[in-house]
């Protein structure tokens, strides 16, 4: 998906729980997060977090420069204190 | 609930609550790999661009029809959620993932809220009208189907929504 999207001109990120995939698929940029499945953006109603989360995928477009490159915040599920 | 049903949610939870489970299962699956890494660069920072949402976590609105779950190569088909369209409206079918979460918050697997308000706060230049969403399980003959015809339309529809970077959530 993230293939046809940059071939069609438009740049892309994808958050990802399944770095194993994402290493071998090699999307352009990636953000991965050791979350459970079905979680991609953190917890039900936890603003702070899905905040976070979202604005980590943007900075990412606005500073990657290496095709290929895997963000990893790092943040433990159900640990990280969100501000 | 017949058995294969039943199953199925054992391995749901499963590799919800086991992520070593996944890479294990991915290590020994084909996908489409390639040593190619496609790159178009941002044509300018993301406070000033129209940022657009895609999923694969299976959301579509109440009145489409939902995504096929009987196909065990899933559904290569993508369905259109207009970025505001209210709560009530929107519902997830995927049968691959706990959405349990997402179900009682959309944002947990579509962040549309948030991105709204980043865009309100200047974050973020501004948010296109609709989301593309697929049910990320996809398998065999639909594949080719999801690589040659839906993925490159959706794609054109993304450049005339005026999206000019794309956020993609899995399920």
């Keep these: 998906m993230q293939r046809a999207i940059e071939a069609a001109g438009v740049p892309t990120i994808g958050i990802t729980l399944q770095k194993e995939i994402t290493r071998r698929v090699r999307p352009p940029r990636a953000l991965y997060l050791r979350y459970p499945f079905g979680h991609p953006m953190g917890e039900a109603f936890a ?13 990412a477009l606005d500073t990657l420069r290496t095709p290929g490159a895997i963000v990893e915040p790092g943040y433990r599920w159900k640990r990280h204190r969100f501000a | 609930m017949n058995l294969g049903d039943l199953g199925n949610r054992v391995a749901v939870q499963l590799f919800k609550r086991l992520p070593w489970l996944g890479d294990a299962w991915a290590r020994r699956r084909r996908f489409v790999e390639s040593d190619f890494v496609p790159w178009t660069p941002m044509g300018k920072p993301v406070r000033q ?59 947990v697997v579509l962040p549309v809220d948030r991105l709204r ?41 993304l450049r005339a929504d005026g999206a000019e970077a794309v956020v993609l959530t899995p399920a």
Excluded: C, W
Excluded at chain 2, 53 to 66: C, E, F, I, K, Q
Excluded at chain 2, 81 to 86: C, L, Q, R, S, W
Excluded at chain 2, 90 to 106: G, P, Q
Excluded at chain 2, 118 to 138: C, D, E, K, N
């Design chain 1, 47 to 59: 603003t702070a977090q899905q905040r976070t989360i979202l604005m980590d995928a943007l900075g």
């Design chain 2, 49 to 107: 661009s129209v940022i657009a949402l895609v999923t694969t976590a299976g959301v579509h609105r109440r009145a489409d029809p939902p995504f096929d779950m009987t196909d065990p190569d899933g559904d290569p088909s993508f369905r259109v959620v207009p970025v505001d369209a209210p709560r009530g409206e929107v519902m997830i079918t995927h049968k691959y993932y706990d959405h349990s979460a997402a179900d009682r918050d959309l944002n």
């Design chain 2, 117 to 157: 308000e980043l865009q309100a706060a200047g974050h973020v230049g501004g948010v296109a009208p609709r989301v593309y969403s697929f049910m990320g399980h996809v398998d065999g003959a639909h594949v080719r189907t999801l690589m040659e015809t839906t993925a490159p339309e959706v794609a054109r529809r």
